[in-house]
């Protein structure tokens, strides 16, 4: 029977101009990464199960891709004693038959790397990592079940220098890019100072993740879910001027030291927040840049700073985000090492490029010339001259068929080729090549050997 | 409990060494590919286990790794139902549990890949990959559960100017690599014609597979095994000499030229061959290459011609192989699109190229200067430097932490950093930079301002 092909939901074949602008992303980020030191690991799709449970909340193990084990898996199972009325016990099944799943993020094998590589790594250790991960969230619009993160850490240093680092990396990649953004900063112990100050620190998780929600659906709805969750309407009061916090920096801060005053984790969060947009002024940073008290980005093991980044013209969510994390080792055995890090968010970036209509032009053409093919003696007369111009860096295709022109005009055409030759045995005889630019029309003909004019010509 | 992280058997982490080396071999592959005018795809990781199943012999359909469905995958499966006296139907409950699967090769994937979006492909269409895939093989030196491979096919044309152009990328990518290699070709059509003139045309896969096994095991160990597969005396007589043909290209083709005189697929084949030969010649191409006709690659998919490469100063398997196929995508429901490719081994090729000592020493440095940091004063005032080195395209590194030297200095070493920047309130004030070559000891200062004088310095 013949199969219809598709592919798994939520993934994505890349097609080649696809590719093009995702590389043209990918190497912006990666050159930005390198020149600050970052070097680039990559860790294995299948991490075994054992590293990835547990670490993304009880959501998160549901959302990971489990690889059933080779061989024969089954025999070894007594399915009886998973059952209940209710079905079968999915994960304690589910891990009996999987010993290994797929990378979730890049976050947490970047932990265990660290763990289990770490006599041989230098610390701080700067890493960068590009590599797709896979989460069987359900597939919608703009979320995939496999996409590609673009991630750099910095791990072993408490110093604001390094979220520096990441601050100057959003502005020079999206400078590069060529995207007006907004970057958001806060800081994790000035909300845990918040809780605290307002009486209920052990809601915290609770408080930022309604915070999280402010732009969202707004102060009310966001005063209602706290409300929801147990804290008093004092507590609320108190916390409501702080939301609507407006003016400078300076301004922002120096309300949120008399707030915090009685909070030594929120004045430290207030110390790293004022030491770090000293270092953004000492580094004149030209990013817009905005200390934002509601963002929390829901994520709980950030522990400092908190970063976002917006696009400024077009609608999206956030394309780019991270914080630091003090103990992200602990879980694999090594307490107290802190890392500040932040994850560029390709699938977006790509999204907001092609709205705005701001991909370069030319990454459409895969090659420059195309060589017609009026018969075999004509082709391999040119083969010489299309080696040749490849060796100084011309991308040059010889079209494999002798068919009509009018095909291989259409080839070049449709392909976005720019310069077309047609040589025949005329040319071959007087050793001549004719180039024609297929957009003017204008043609020139060349010595074989004149490869430096036929550059310049292209 | 604390667990002491480790990662799957058969995977490997990259350290930011080995990426700088991997990434090493693949911009070189990759630039080689888009000279020739091969634009990248990228597929997903995960595939319909339809799109892979029975496409790699059940051999191959074992060493499929599986992915479980999501969701409560197991309350639908009857599992009595699948028991037998020597436990689980292994295939049929995985299919019932599991719809997709990983990548198991690139050939596939692109086949189905052709199929699918047949209608906006432009043909020939000549497309690279380089990805990931993964295969349930038994783990050991040299053969990995996860490896990349860098595939380039042509599909849609039958011209050997497309085999030619395979020949040529071999040549420029080990040429740019600096490794010594040859380059084996032989025709299937040519194989097929001998298993029919020998008497035993329906004896074609047991001979090729024999053959295939002719410099492992020796001329002796083939025949035996061409003879435990029902070849009469007489057929593996008619063989033999063939298998010991020498010479040049010329005088082997005018000998198979009478022994295949009765086949018209082999003299398709020799045809073949001679079209190929002389384009290579026509295109001056250098590499050394050699027609051998006991090269098979075991893969029955190949209808044409067989490319193999070994490199010549190490001992190894093939480090790249590939062929023509007259009908991957007919399982899809296209027939008759003949496609030829080739695929470049990158895991081998690291191991020759690190064996042979040949990866060029500069890659270790993924920074260029390091500015030390004295306090907090210091570090801000280097900041604006930092960037401005940045701009011009040299890493820089400032180091975070204010401590010792001593420390610092080992960050450079350790890190390979070749250039280290020492300024203190001193220079701060003078407004002035000084920067000491790390292995030589020369030290200079320069006005802070003068990047390009830095820049000539480095």
Redesign the interface.
């Given at each position: 029977m013949?199969?219809?092909?598709?592919?798994?939901r939520g993934?994505?074949?890349?097609?080649?101009e696809q590719?093009?602008r995702?590389?043209y992303i990918f190497d912006i980020i990666k050159g930005v990464f390198?020149?600050?030191?970052?070097?680039?690991?990559?860790?294995?799709?299948?991490?075994?199960l054992?590293?990835l449970l547990g670490k993304y909340g009880e959501e998160g193990d549901?959302?990971l891709?489990?690889?059933?084990d080779?061989g024969?898996?089954?025999?070894k199972i007594d399915?009886a004693s998973?059952k209940t009325e209710d079905?079968?016990k999915?994960a304690a099944?589910?891990s009996a038959?999987?010993?290994?799943g797929?990378r979730y993020d890049l976050t947490v094998p970047l932990a265990?790397?660290v763990?289990?590589?770490q006599n041989?790594i230098?610390f701080?250790f700067?890493?960068s990592q590009i590599q797709?991960v896979?989460r069987?969230d359900r597939p919608q619009k703009g979320r995939y079940?496999?996409f590609y993160q673009c991630d750099v850490d910095?791990i072993g240093?408490t110093?604001q220098?390094?979220e520096?680092?990441l601050v100057?990396m959003v502005e020079?990649v999206f400078a590069k890019l060529d995207l007006r953004v907004l970057l958001k900063i806060n800081n994790r112990k000035v909300l845990s100072g918040l809780a605290e100050v307002c009486g209920f620190p052990e809601k915290l998780t609770d408080i930022t993740i309604a915070i999280d929600k402010l732009e969202k659906v707004g102060l009310k709805e966001v005063k209602a879910e706290l409300s929801d969750k147990g804290l008093s309407k004092e507590a609320i009061d108190f916390l409501e001027p702080v939301l609507k916090l407006s003016g400078s920096f300076e301004e922002k801060i120096a309300v949120m030291r008399e707030v915090l005053a009685s909070s030594e984790t929120g004045l430290k969060g207030l110390d790293e927040l004022e030491?770090l947009f000293?270092?953004i002024a000492?580094?004149?940073v030209k990013l817009p840049i905005e200390m934002d008290l509601s963002l929390a980005r829901g994520l709980n093991y950030y522990t400092g700073a908190i970063l976002e980044v917006k696009a400024l013209d077009w609608e999206i969510g956030s394309i780019c985000g991270g914080g630091r994390y003090d103990n992200l080792t602990g879980?694999?055995?090594l307490p107290d090492v802190s890392g500040v890090g932040i994850s560029f968010g390709a699938d977006r970036i790509y999204d907001v490029l092609e709205g705005l209509n701001k991909f370069p032009a030319e990454l459409g053409a895969?090659?420059t010339l195309l060589f017609a093919?009026m018969d075999?003696a004509s082709?391999?007369?040119v083969?010489?001259i299309a080696?040749a111009l490849?060796a100084k860096?011309?991308?040059?295709?010889?079209y494999?068929?002798s068919l009509k022109l009018k095909k291989q005009f259409d080839?070049a055409d449709?392909?976005g080729?720019p310069f077309i030759s047609i040589c025949g045995s005329r040319e071959a005889a007087e050793g001549k090549v004719n180039v024609k630019n297929l957009a003017s029309g204008e043609e020139k003909t060349f010595d074989k050997g004149d490869v430096e004019g036929i550059i310049c010509f292209l």
């Open positions: 013949i199969q219809k092909p598709s592919i798994p993934t994505r074949d890349f097609s080649q590719m093009a995702r590389n390198a020149s600050f030191g970052y070097a680039q690991i990559e860790t294995p799709a299948m991490e075994k054992s590293t549901k959302l891709f489990r690889v059933l080779s024969d898996p089954f025999d399915f998973y079905g079968y999915t099944l589910s038959l999987c010993e290994r797929l265990r790397f763990v289990q590589h041989k230098v701080p700067k890493r797709p896979w069987a079940r496999e910095a240093s110093s220098l390094l520096l680092e100057q020079e030491e000293g270092y000492a580094a004149q879980i694999f055995g895969p090659c093919n075999a082709a391999a007369y083969l010489p080696s490849r860096g011309i991308a040059t295709e010889v494999p068929d080839y449709k392909k080729i």
